[in-house]
């Protein structure tokens, strides 16, 4: 109990921890952006595309449900400045593990509704060629042989 109030205090006086998070790392933010992209390819924004990219947000990057208004804020703020194109730049020097794990980000958002629109295959399609990445590999998880 007094950590928690102890947490929300330093938050106040510090801002949001989610939101400081993605501002100090450009990879995640480029990241954000791309499964945000992802999340509007179709046209549309679903309850089952955001609650994905919430469990995303919170297993992969430690970013709290509390923190993500502040996070979707941030990148709406910040994030016109970076094009698609420039976000995946960031991914090319990473290991494959990272980037592989952004395509099945990627994957998983575009399959939270149930339906794969055709903006939503091709912009999945030239994210794995411009990071060189198998299909395979957006799909299957990493302790899968």
């Not at 947490?7 to 933010?29: C, H, M, N």
């Not at 179709?42 to 430690?62: K, Q």
């Not at 979707?72 to 990272?98: H, K, P």
């Amino acid at each position: 109990m007094a950590i928690a109030l102890l947490d929300q205090i330093r938050a106040a006086l510090d801002g949001d921890p989610g939101v400081r998070k993605v501002a100090e790392d450009p990879v995640l933010s480029a990241e954000l952006l791309m499964l945000f992209r992802m999340i509007l390819a179709d046209g549309s924004v679903s309850e089952n595309e955001m609650e994905t990219l919430r469990r995303i947000c919170a297993e992969s990057f430690g970013i709290s449900a509390e923190s993500m208004d502040g996070v979707v804020e941030y990148l709406n703020d910040f994030g016109y400045e970076t094009t698609g194109s420039q976000a995946i730049a960031m991914f090319r020097g990473l290991d494959i593990e990272r980037r592989r794990l952004l395509a099945r980000h990627m994957a998983e958002i575009a399959k939270a509704d149930r339906h794969l629109a055709e903006n939503e295959v091709r912009l999945l399609r030239r994210t794995l060629e411009l990071l060189d990445i198998s299909p395979v590999d957006a799909v299957r998880a990493p302790t899968e042989p």
